[in-house]
C-alpha cells in the first residue's frame, strides 16, 4: 500500500528534509517513527526538499509499506513516536502511479516578515525582522514583476543541477498584519515549482524593488542574463515555510 | 539612576520571572547581563512574577544602578549579553517614586487557543490546541460576566498569600483569527492586578462556560463563596502572555 501523508514541522532543529549523515532531519525522522511504530524500515519521500531551518505546515510525503494500518489511522499511530517538531497532520491511500515529488502539481511556500527596531523573542523564531519594511502598495507592484512563466536561473543557487530553470509563478500575494505592536508582512508565492533557494532569493529582489534599492531594469536583465549577482540577498530559511502542495483538482486543499 | 526597561522573552525554556535555586529564571537573566555588561551586580524587580512557561511581550522591570549609560541606549547595552530568548525593548529613566511592582495601575494578559483535530508544530510554542473551541458569540457572552470589581478568591491557586482576593477586570475581550488553515483565538484580559493562576483559571472556566459544560450560576457561586472547585481547569502556561503593564495616563502603550 502506498501511505501520502499530510506533515508539518518546526524546521528549527532540523537539517532540512533531506536525510543526510551526521545530523537530524525530517526524512529521517519519520522513517524512524515508521519503523519505531511498525517494525518496518521504509524510505520516505517528500513533495521536494526544505533546507535547513525552513518550517512546514503542509508538506507531503509518501512511502510503501505492507501494513493493515488504515491510511487515515497513520496519523496516530506515528505521532506518538515522533517529536513535538514533526506532525502527521492526514493521511490516506495513494495510487501506485502517485510520486510526491513528481505528481506535485502546484506549491505555495509563505515568508514572514516583521518590522520592528528590535528583535522580538515571540517573532524571531518564525519570521525574520528588519528595521524598515517598504509599503503594501510598493510590494504588491514588485511582486507582480515575479509573476508569469520565466527563466528564474539568477533567482537559483549556485551548484544545483536541474534541467531547466524555467518555472511558473501563478501567484506573488502580499499580506500585511499587527501582533504585539508590531507590523507582520507575508509573502505569499505559488508556483509549478521552485529552484534551489528561489523563494528566499525572491523574498530578498522583492524587498530590495520595493524600497527602490534596485530597479525594474535590473530585475529584466536578471531575467534575460540569468546572473544572480544581478540580485538582492538571499533572506534567511527560519522565514519560510511550505505551506501546500497541490496534485491536481481532487487533491487541492489549502 | 533607576532604570525601567520594557523586556518580552520566550518564556519556554524558563522557570519563571523570579530567581530561584537551580533554575533559570528570567530575572536572573537580566541581572547577569548587566553584571556582564556593565560589571555591577543589580536587583532586578518585575512588574509581577509570570510563571514557568509563560511568555512576555512587555513585561516591565527596573533597577537602581550608578552609571552613565543613558537609559534608551540600555537595551543595546544588555541585549549583547542576553540569550536570544530575552531582549530588551526600551528603557527610561524612573523617579525614585517609581516601582515596577507597586506603581502598576494596568496589566494586560492575552491567552491563545487554536482549534485542530491535531497538534500544529508551528502553534504549539505560544498557543494551547483544543479540538473544538466555542464560538466568538458564546465566548463574548462569558466573558462579560468575568468583568468587573469581584472577589476573585476562587480563581487563585492555593499557597498564596494576599492581602485582599478582589480584583477589577476591566475587559475580557475575546477575537479570533485563522491562520495555517486552523482557526485561532485570543482571549485579552485587562486588570488592575491578578491572583496567582488567576488568567489561566479565567481562560479555562471561560471555554466550560461558553460550551455550556459549567453554568452561570456555579460561576456566580464560585465569584460567592470563593471555592476553587466550582470552576474549571487552570490552563497551560504556554498559551499565556503578559502583553503590557500601564502605569498612568503618561505611561499608556499598547
Known sequence: MRYVLTVAYDGTEFSGWQRQKGATSVQETLEN?????????????????????????GQVCHFDLDATVPPEKMPDCLNVKLPASVRVLSGRAGAESFDSCRSAKKKTYRYSLYESEREM??????????????????????????????????FCSSGSAVKTTVRTVYEVRVEEGKSFGSRDVFISVCG??????????????????????????????????????????????????????AYGEEDEND
Open 192 to 245: 509549478n515549482g521552485f529552484l534551489y533557494n528561489m523563494v528566499r532569493t525572491m523574498v530578498g529582489e522583492l524587498l530590495d524593488l520595493a524600497s527602490g534599492k534596485r530597479s525594474e531594469e535590473s530585475l529584466l536583465e536578471a531575467f534575460q542574463s540569468g546572473q544572480r549577482g544581478l540580485l538582492g540577498k538571499t533572506m534567511p530559511a527560519k522565514g519560510l515555510c511550505l505551506m501546500n502542495v
Open 121 to 154: 523573542p515571540l517573532k524571531e523564531r518564525y519570521a525574520v525582522r528588519a528595521e524598515s519594511i517598504p509599503t503594501l502598495a510598493a510590494l504588491k507592484k514588485a511582486a507582480s514583476l515575479m509573476e508569469g512563466t520565466k527563466d528564474f536561473k539568477a
Open 33 to 57: 517513527a515508521v519503523l519505531a511504530a511498525l517494525g518496518k524500515t521504509v524510505r520516505v519521500t517528500g513533495s521536494g526538499r526544505t533546507d535547513a531551518g525552513v518550517h512546514a505546515a
